[in-house]
């Protein structure tokens, strides 16, 4: 490339396409990028969990009351939450031995840890404390 025939802003443009064209060579292609949405949890899904995860998300949740519904209702999986009840986030320590429920809110309904997608107000699981 003769670069003694352009100004002095297009030779240096050019030099830098020249210098940033190999660098560009170097990055991943579009096929072995990691999607976030592949590992993230579909919208109104259930939550991947062991049942020792469940175990361990259901005692910690229970230790604190102010979790507990004010207005119980009837928390089944697919349910509707009502938009007056206040849901919680899960304790950090539950969410890092259980990142699948890392974007879920909690809240205790009749003794039971109800899992709540916020995004669709609908709960996803229902944690009982028997194995």
């Not at 100004?7 to 020249?18: D, G, K, N, Q, S």
């Not at 939450?81 to 974007?103: F, G, R, T």
């Amino acid at each position: 490339m003769n670069l003694t025939l352009l100004t002095p802003r297009l030779r240096i443009l050019a030099l830098v396409l020249v210098v940033a064209a190999p660098a560009a060579a170097q990055t991943a292609p579009p096929s072995t990028a990691i999607d976030p949405a592949a590992t993230a949890p579909r919208p109104g899904q259930p939550p991947d969990l062991t049942p020792e995860q469940k175990s361990m998300i259901f005692h910690m949740v229970r230790q604190d009351k102010a979790k507990v519904a004010q207005r119980p209702f009837v928390a089944r999986i697919g349910a509707d939450v009502p938009p007056s009840l206040e849901l919680h986030h899960l304790p950090d320590d539950a969410v890092i031995q259980a990142p699948a429920v890392k974007l879920y809110r909690v809240v205790v309904v009749s003794d039971n840890v109800v899992l709540i997608d916020p995004t669709t107000m609908r709960v996803v699981e229902v944690i009982t404390g028997k194995p």
